[in-house]
């Protein structure tokens, strides 16, 4: 684990040189030597960032056949991504944003770590900053097939694959794909797989969507936050992931039109999230409770049923909700939902 000084010294260093004031700057290095700076994780991998100019979103995604690869990729509203790969240093992930928070481009951020790096060529690593400005970086001894192609808001990259097409690949999927920008993104991922992807095949993968606008509270600005550690097929999973989370974004929308009282959009909102997560007994129950809340118990009665049937433990959380006030105080409406066959 590398010190604090280190850290605090290679961002100064790296903004130093990021802005051309070279001169000097390598003073600043506190007895950083070679073993410091010694690649010892060869996350070797394919990733993709990218920005959504319509919505203002940073996005990042990768798949490695590694461990927990989602210790790589990086955002941050109103900031940028960064994906840092090949034998990497997780420091550019960190410094690349906060070089960029403090006003420089993703080419000055990346030129100055590159040059306060010295085992550059060996390490792979995209950013994009709030312009939208991309840069990338394959060094020279990233093991081949090694690669990368940059696109308006966008770059993919990827070493140590099975083939050198697999970039190229996930550029056109990305250019060519609709829906939101997670979609495109795994899209792009899922390319990079169907030309070979990583030689040694897959293990883990991950992928993350932050708002457009900070709002300063982290679980708010992260509208995707995904990963799959370990996995034969993480990319299935990762999708299965996404589907689900989409599922719960549609069970709010449909929560917020109950209260509203606009229950045929409650209704329609709930359709989604069990079309994209079906037989998913959370979303059907909750789906159910806030029926009722509505006054709506006939509508309500059928779905509690069918959870029932499937795990009857929901039955028995049934009358507990009450004293929550999640289900009204009614002894006898209590009784119909639990007496249910």
Known sequence: ????????????????????????AMLAVDNVNASENRPIRPVNTYSIVAYDSATGQFGAAVQSHWFKVADVIWAEPEVGAVATQSLVDFSYGPLGLE?????????????????????SSVRQVAMIDAYGNVATHTGANCIAEAGHITGKNYSVQAN????STVWQAMAEAFESAEGDLAERMLLAMEAAQGEGGDIRGMQSAAIVVVTGQATGQSWRDRIVDLRVDDSPEPLKELRRLLNISRAYEHMNKGDDYITLKKLDSAAAEYAMAEALAPGNPEIMFWNAVSLVTAGEVDRALPI??????????????????????????????????????
């Not at 684990?1 to 000097?24: E, P």
């Not at 140590?160 to 083939?163: E, F």
């Not at 509690?304 to 002894?331: C, G, M, Q, T, Y």
């Open 99 to 119: 070089m960029m928070k403090l006003g420089k481009t993703a080419n000055q951020a990346l030129a100055g770590l590159i040059a306060s790096d010295p085992q």
């Open 304 to 341: 509690f049923k069918k959870v029932f049937a499937i795990d009857n433990s929901w039955r028995i959380l049934v009358p507990r909700l009450v004293k929550s006030e999640l289900l009204p105080d009614d002894e006898e409406l209590i009784s119909r939902i639990v007496d249910l066959k």
């Open 160 to 163: 140590l694959m099975r083939n």
């Open 1 to 24: 684990m590398r010190s604090h000084s280190f850290v605090a010294n290679r961002l100064l260093v790296a903004a130093f040189l990021g802005s051309g004031l070279v001169c000097g």
